[in-house]
């Protein structure tokens, strides 16, 4: 099932803060929301979710041979049986464990005051296993470093048996080794189930190591900026470096880094790629 969004309206009380936005996120892909920050990653990825109301267009769900699916049209219920977002807000829920944090993903589920049954308890497994987390089960979140606390706020979306997976800086707590990890599984998780995972991450490095495909905001391109799409490779050869340039700092999609344009310890410039 693939996600595609026609003529998006993005904003705040129709006051948009992105042209009508027209892209699409791939099923068993890993798709990367990229740009500066203030760009409105996170206005558009909650947009998409429901969250934010949009300004007009739609967001849809589709698999083939079958009629698209109104996101936005959803009721609540509905729309949380189908999509999952992890947002940045830390969870406060320190004496709950692991597998507890999990099992709530499968309320939309539920009937109501209904317990857990035998296919919830698998899903709530499998969930857990698809982010590495089976150990977690038992531990209690305060317990937990970042790392494993967000692979567990994961697998509970992952409970929810979505067609569609939306992550907001999910590595904004995590240090690089584990970024790198976290898109890596979440590649995975989108293989495996194949849907669309869609996740806005300020961490651009990791998320060309690790991304498929990727939609880039560029603020420079015009008043309200532009959404750039294609694969990571594609977008870092040139879309990256003019959306995030500096006059200190420059993107190498040679060797896929930031760099300063001149050292602050002796002045001289550094050294450009060819090739």
Do not use: C
Request: glycine content about 10%.
């Amino acid at each position: 099932m693939s996600l595609s969004l026609d003529a998006l309206g993005v904003g705040y009380q129709r006051s948009p803060i992105l042209p009508p936005v027209t892209a699409t996120a791939a099923a068993g892909r890993l798709t990367v929301l990229l740009g500066p920050n203030g760009s409105g990653k996170s206005t558009l990825l909650r947009t998409v979710a429901g969250l934010q109301p949009a300004l007009g267009g739609a967001v849809r769900l589709s698999t083939a041979g079958a009629e698209p699916v109104d996101v936005l049209g959803m009721g609540v219920r509905d729309r949380a049986r189908r999509v999952a977002v992890v947002l940045t807000d830390r969870f406060d829920g320190a004496l709950l464990t692991g597998g507890d944090l999990v099992a709530l993903g499968r309320h939309p589920h539920l009937r109501v005051g209904g317990r857990l049954r035998d296919a919830d308890r698998t899903a709530i497994r499998s969930a857990l296993s698809a982010m590495h987390a089976d150990e977690l089960a038992d531990r209690k979140l305060v317990e937990m470093s970042d790392g494993q606390r967000q692979r567990v706020l994961v697998a509970r979306a992952l409970a929810q048996e979505p067609a569609l997976l939306l992550l907001d800086e999910p590595s904004a707590f995590l240090d690089a080794p584990s970024r790198i990890d976290l898109l890596a599984v979440l590649a995975d998780v989108a293989a495996e189930r194949q849907i669309p995972v869609l996740v806005s991450t300020h961490d651009v490095e990791a998320a060309i190591r690790t991304g498929q495909d990727g939609w880039l905001i560029d603020p420079a391109a015009g008043e309200l900026g532009e959404l750039v799409t294609g694969t990571v490779a594609e977008l870092s050869r040139a879309a990256i470096g003019r959306a995030f340039d500096t006059d200190r700092v420059r993107f190498d999609p040679g060797d896929v880094s930031f760099r300063l344009r001149s050292s602050p310890l002796d002045g001289r410039s550094s050294p450009e790629r060819h090739g």
